[in-house]
């Protein structure tokens, strides 16, 4: 089992920065990869970024450049430091964790707006 908790969203103007940070416990050892969604309200909720085990990330064309994943020096946080944030970027972002029998665990989420 492992537990999630997304927290630093919140309302930012168009071109400022935001830090996500998503606390992991439990079985961390058993996490393959990790990553970040997001879902817009009427949309399908999608991939932001995502960093596996081995340290490899990728990211959505629609963020690249600007927002960076990373982890912690004891790989029991995940960060999404979003940079030039535009009024698209609002969105519920949820941190995610896929273990090694491929099932997923998230978070509950954290709200962010970004207003014009």
């Known amino acids: 089992q492992v537990q999630l908790v997304e927290s630093g969203g919140g309302l930012v103007q168009a071109g400022g920065s935001l830090r996500l940070s998503c606390a992991v416990s439990g079985n961390i050892f058993s996490i393959n990869a990790m990553g970040w969604y997001r879902q817009a309200p009427g949309k399908q909720r999608e991939l932001v970024a995502a960093?596996?085990?081995?340290?490899?990330?990728n990211y959505a064309d629609s963020v690249k450049g600007r927002f960076t994943i990373s982890r912690g020096n004891a790989k029991n946080t995940v960060y999404l430091q979003m940079n030039s944030l535009k009024p698209e970027d609002t969105a519920v972002y949820y941190c995610n964790a896929q273990i090694i029998t491929m099932s997923n665990y998230w978070g509950k989420g954290t709200l962010v707006t970004v207003s014009s």
């Open positions: 960093i596996a085990s081995g340290g490899r990330t």
